[in-house]
Every structure is written in C-alpha cells, then in structure tokens.
C-alpha cells in the first residue's frame, strides 16, 4: 500500500510545522501571490498558489474583487492547511 502523503495540517498536528510557518506562508502569498513556494523549516514546501487552486471555495472568493481582506486571509489559510507539501 502507498504511503498517504501528509496534508500540512498533518504536518502540523506532527509540530513538523509551526503556526508561526503557516502564517509566515500566508503572509508571503498575500503580499506577493506570484511568490515562490513556501519552505517550511521542516524540509517541506508547499505551493501556495496551487494549493488554492485546488480548493474551489478558496479559489472562488479569492477571484472575487470583494472579498473582504480578512475572509481573503481566511481562505488562504485554510487552503495552505489543508494542502499537500511538495516536497519533504
């Protein structure tokens, strides 16, 4: 059987990763949503854009021109935690 590759939210039940890391990833991507993937202090990275990508609602709202700056923080988080690290 394969090996389930972990979430960052995994990650970060495990203290591979740090709330301080999280937010730091959620800072860089809004300030720069071109910005480069994320490296966690663990060896992991993650793809901010992409892991937004792959959350619709996330992806959704944060089309939206709208969207609050706090509800556009929200969905950011929540898409890094519950995305997939690239690497680790």
Do not use: W
């Not at 090996?3 to 591979?16: A, Q, Y």
């Not at 490296?39 to 609050?68: C, R, W, Y």
Request: proline share 6%; hydrophobic share 45%; aromatic share 4%.
């Amino acid at each position: 059987m394969a090996k389930e590759i972990p979430s960052v939210g995994d990650l970060r039940r495990k203290s591979e990763v740090t709330d301080d890391e999280i937010e730091a990833a959620i800072a860089a991507y809004l300030a720069d949503e071109s910005a480069k993937p994320f490296a966690f202090n663990s060896g992991h990275t993650i793809d901010v854009a992409k892991a937004i990508e792959m959350h619709p609602q996330a992806k959704k709202l944060l089309a939206d021109k709208a969207t609050t700056p706090g509800l556009r923080r929200t969905m950011v988080m929540t898409a890094v935690i519950l995305g997939f690290p690239l690497q680790g």
